[in-house]
């Protein structure tokens, strides 16, 4: 290598690292991609079952593989055992990480097995890593639902386990939706006796690719479908036609009883705390975007502003806004932290570019924050006095949050209040009542 060649790399190394230590987004991104390869034994390990999965698998089913890691995972199952169980199929359970979607996965999958009168079996389809085992997934579950899970069944253990033809499926990502789907095609898993638990639109998490393709027909799987909110059902309709009955969508879970103990602590204050929901590697939550917006509202507010910028969600450098402000990140706060956090913090900037409405926004305007949130196709305009939809700009979001930072100065924070019946979809029982109906007739 000469010395011009040897500058260049020297140039381009230094423009990396130092991008790499200021854009938190593409720290992100580029840490996805050059995830750590498992060591050596694992990835032989990890190599086998895949092959064995593929082995396994009927015809129908092979021509799949290269689709998604998941392809093949359910393909080539062994159905041996006489009774039948509910069989939840979710990517990973692991502590700190069992976010709302994992959470309600759990729950409607303990009140469908309850209705079905058969155990439940959570079946992961992610490889065992540090954080990700069966032991683990089974202390989380047991931590927050009890005793509700006769086993867990990771991936490297799913050809070893015993189902039965008569089993019953949970489907909730669409990595497990697709790995059902495969499995039906080939004869392992009966297509009829298939609940697909819709919780976004999840084909937007990879646009204009192979897994937007594969995660696309999922939805066209026929399964028996529950939509996780009203604003997504309206969206699966206008983007795939598909019409789901009012009773199989739910609202999501709110914890209404915390909420109103943090209504309770709230006080108005001179001083007023935002808080920024800010995920750098969840392109869905819109991070950079929200940056720009707290720099717009940085600069209305002005220098002299009594204003606490903090951000909690994933953990990402501090950020200088101008204007004498810098937004400190929190990173990932434990689940009773998170909402003790959130009672000091009177306004909420929190963004989904996706048709599924998250619980931050609401967390924060039932327990009398303003929040601000980006519009998505005029779904969300009306759903809470409390909570602004404006549209997904800088401008718009940032003046948006800084009138509620005056307002919340001046007013104080708001009473608890629900959101009305009926806005974001009914009660996850009927949901899960009209789906058990469905499979009994398949009995």
Known sequence: M?????????????????????DGHYRSDLRTRLRPAAPSGEANARSAISQLEFDRSPEGARPYRELAETSL???????????????????????????AGVQTAVATAVKLAERLGVPLRVVMTSWTVPGVSERGAAAVIAE???????????????LDADFSSADFWLATHWKTAHAVDVAARGGAIRRDRVVYLVQDYEPGF????????????TYQAGFELIVNSAPLSRHLEREEGLRVPDERTFAPHLDLALLERVAGARAKSDDVTVFFYGRPSK???????????????????????????????????????????????LGSLPWDDYFEFISSANVVLSLQHSPHPSHP?????????????????DTRSDLHPFLTAVAADPESLGSALARAVEAARQDGPGPFR???????????????????????VTR
């Open 206 to 217: 990879s646009p204009w690719s192979t897994e937007f393709a594969v995660a696309r027909s």
């Open 361 to 377: 926004p609401f967390d924060a305007a039932i327990s009398g924050a303003r929040a601000i949130t980006n519009e998505f196709y």
């Open 73 to 99: 995972a359910l393909a080539g199952i062994r159905r041996d055992a006489a009774t039948p169980s509910l069989n939840l199929v979710v990517n990973e359970v692991r502590d700190g990480k069992a976010f």
């Open 144 to 158: 927050r639902f009890g005793d509700v899970v006769t086993e867990v069944v990771a991936r490297e253990r799913i």
């Open 418 to 440: 629900e959101v009305s019946d009926g806005k974001l979809g009914g009660q996850l029982d009927d949901a899960v009542a009209s789906v058990a109906n469905a499979l009994e």
């Open 283 to 329: 392109h869905r939550n819109l991070y950079r975007l929200g940056i720009a917006a707290l720099k717009v509202a940085a600069a209305q507010l002005g220098p002299e502003a009594k204003v606490r910028f903090r951000s909690a969600g994933e953990k990402h450098r501090n950020v200088d806004l101008g204007n004498g402000h810098v937004l400190q990140s």
């Open 2 to 22: 000469n010395l011009s060649s040897l500058q260049r790399n020297l140039t381009d190394l230094l423009r990396v690292n130092k991008r790499y230590l200021s």
